[in-house]
Structures are given as structure tokens and as C-alpha cells.
């Protein structure tokens, strides 16, 4: 018998070997990199909002917090299950592109549940691919489909916050400038930014069918209807977000939702780049400097009204949804292990 560990090295492959150490180095060095800042953004908002928050009134917290009218906390509910609702189409949209054909009851309780997971605990790739993998499974789907089909769906968010980005960056420029601080016509530069992405975003997916590799594997992009469909989904869906939050606001403020989804927006960016679950800290920290010009009790009342009804009630039903999933495969197995074969011959 050969053996292989003695075989000598051919000089290509050596060479491809020393290539590939560089590519690595720089990949783990980025990688460092990346969770460094993520600690550090995490941090600097938990600075800022330890600041803010210890010069609250408490007292004045709580009636904030119990002052929200039926009418505030039913528009929530409602702009919260229209929300949901939306993201149930990620996972349709992902899985026509897959050109697989799972039922819509099963697509809905696989997508909100691991939305809802994945919103509350953090880290979507993997807490939002084990609860897919967990249901579609069954159906067939491969964990590569999986992965897929988690990827196509972080896409449909990232097009329809960059639309609606940038649609409120350049139509209500001037408002936005006294809120965060900054020149108008940065502003409308970072809007244009995100639209120039947008338009060539949709050209390049139209011109031919495109793919990119990601880890070794390789997934074809939708292409312009279904990209089109995307935007217009991811849309809707993070104005049904930013609506949850918006309707909760106490009255008075005078801020139109068009400059306030901006600043939904950048506070959700910031959370997702900070890596904590739900954007914990760093989405609270942003909102209350964006409207620092508000009474913060107020503000801090319906961020955390929001929490309850966008993060903590889905998180709640999605488990009750798993549990019930689960019991309900459990007793289907059962009962195919008690069943006779249709081959038993039955001697009377």
C-alpha cells in the first residue's frame, strides 16, 4: 500500500498553498478587525446611553411608559403584524429563486419564527439558519438551500432599507440636518449614494444572470423582477418597522415619519453592525440622541413599549409556534411507528 503522506509536494502546488496563506492572514485579520469595532461601537453606546439614561426621572419613566393610549398600542400591534407579514415574503421570494416548492404554511411559520428568534438573541446567520434548517428539513432542503435562501433573504433587507434610505435622505434633507447635526447637502449626498446603489444594483442584475460566491459556494442572484420585488417588500417592511416605533412616539413632536424612518434606519445600521442582539443598546442610543431635542421619558417609554411589542411578544409566540411544531412531529412519528406495513398480512 502507497503511503500518500510520503508523496512529494509538486512545486504548483506549493506555490498555490503559499498563495493562499496571504489570502487567509488577511481574511482572519479583517475578521479581528471587524469584531473589534463591533465591541467598540457596542461599548461607546452603552457609554452614551448609561449617560442619558441616569438623568431620567423615574417616576416620569414609568407614567411615560403607561401612557400610551389603546389606539397607540393597537397601531403598533397592527404595523408590527404587517411587518411580520412582509418578512414571510423574504423567504417566498428567496425560495422561488431557489426554484423550490415548499407550501405557504410552512414558508410563514419558518420565517417568522426565525425572524423572530433571530431579532431577539442576535446573530441572524446562524439562529435564523438553525431555526429554517429545523423546519424546512423535512421538506427536503438541503443546508446549503438553507444558507441560500438565509443570504437572498438578508438581501431583500438590505435593497428596501437602501431605497427608503434614500428616498428620506434626499426629499427631507433640511429636517434630518437639525436632528443629527449635519449639512444638508451631506445629507442628500449619502441619499444619492444609496440610490445610485439601488438603480445599479437593479441594471447589473438585469443585463445577465449574476452570482457571487460566498465561502466556496456559488448562488445566483434573482434576477430583475424578483430583485424588483424585493425592493419593493423590503420597503414595506422596514415602514412597517419604523411605523411600530413611530405611532408609540408621544403626541406633539411635530416630526414627519419621512424624516423619522431615516433615523429608524441608521439606528437599526448601527445596531446590526454592533453585532448585539436586537441592536440592544446601540438602537435605544441612537434614537435618544437623534431626538435628544425631545423630553427623553417620553421617548425612552415608547422605545421600550416598542421592544415588547416588535422584539419580546413575536419571540414569545414564535417558541409557542416551535414547541407546537415540535410536539406535532413527535406525535406523527408515533403514530407511523405504531401503524401495520401495508405488506402485514393480518391472520384471523
Not at 2 to 22: C, G, H, I
Not at 121 to 129: D, V
Not at 246 to 260: C, K
Request: with cysteine; charged share 15%; glycine share 8%.
Amino acid at each position: 500500500m502507497n503511503d500518500m503522506s510520503s508523496r512529494p509536494v509538486s512545486p504548483p502546488e506549493m506555490a498555490s498553498a503559499e498563495a493562499l496563506q496571504p489570502k487567509e492572514r488577511r481574511s482572519r485579520r479583517f475578521a479581528w478587525i471587524g469584531m473589534a469595532a463591533s465591541v467598540l461601537l457596542f461599548g461607546a453606546s452603552l457609554v452614551v446611553l448609561w449617560h442619558i439614561v441616569s438623568e431620567i426621572d423615574v417616576n416620569e419613566l414609568k407614567a411615560a411608559f403607561t401612557a400610551a393610549s389603546l389606539r397607540q398600542i393597537g397601531l403598533a400591534v397592527l404595523f408590527t403584524a404587517i411587518s411580520y407579514g412582509l418578512l414571510t415574503c423574504y423567504d417566498a421570494i428567496a425560495l422561488r429563486q431557489l426554484k423550490l416548492q415548499i407550501p405557504y404554511r410552512t414558508t410563514a411559520l419558518a420565517s417568522f419564527t426565525s425572524y423572530a428568534v433571530s431579532f431577539t438573541l442576535g446573530f441572524p446567520l446562524l439562529t435564523a439558519g438553525t431555526v429554517r434548517y429545523w423546519i424546512y428539513s423535512p421538506k427536503g432542503v438541503s443546508p446549503g438551500r438553507v444558507a441560500s435562501l438565509t443570504v437572498i433573504a438578508g438581501v431583500t433587507f438590505w435593497l428596501g432599507m437602501a431605497l427608503v434610505l434614500a428616498l428620506s435622505l434626499i426629499s427631507q434633507a433640511d429636517e434630518l440636518a437639525s436632528l443629527v447635526y449635519t449639512h444638508i447637502w451631506v445629507n442628500q449626498l449619502v441619499g444619492l449614494g444609496a440610490a445610485v446603489f439601488v438603480i445599479g444594483y437593479m441594471i447589473w442584475v438585469s443585463l445577465k444572470r449574476r452570482a457571487v460566491k460566498i465561502q466556496g459556494w456559488k448562488l445566483e442572484l434573482p434576477g430583475f423582477r424578483l430583485s424588483l420585488a424585493q425592493i419593493l417588500i423590503g420597503a414595506g417592511d422596514v415602514c412597517a418597522g419604523a411605523g411600530v416605533l413611530f405611532v408609540l412616539l408621544p403626541g406633539g413632536h411635530n416630526l414627519s415619519f419621512e424624516t423619522f424612518v431615516a433615523v429608524y434606519i441608521f439606528a437599526v445600521m448601527l445596531g446590526v453592525a454592533s453585532h448585539a442582539p436586537g441592536g440592544l443598546g446601540v438602537f435605544e442610543a441612537t434614537i435618544l440622541l437623534a431626538l435628544s431635542n425631545y423630553p427623553r421619558e417620553p421617548v425612552l417609554g415608547a422605545l421600550l413599549l416598542y421592544r415588547l411589542c416588535y422584539y419580546l411578544v413575536p419571540f414569545v409566540i414564535a417558541l409557542a409556534f416551535l414547541g407546537a411544531y415540535e410536539i406535532r412531529n413527535r406525535i406523527r412519528s408515533s403514530r407511523d411507528a405504531f401503524k401495520p406495513d401495508d405488506d402485514e398480512v393480518v391472520v384471523e
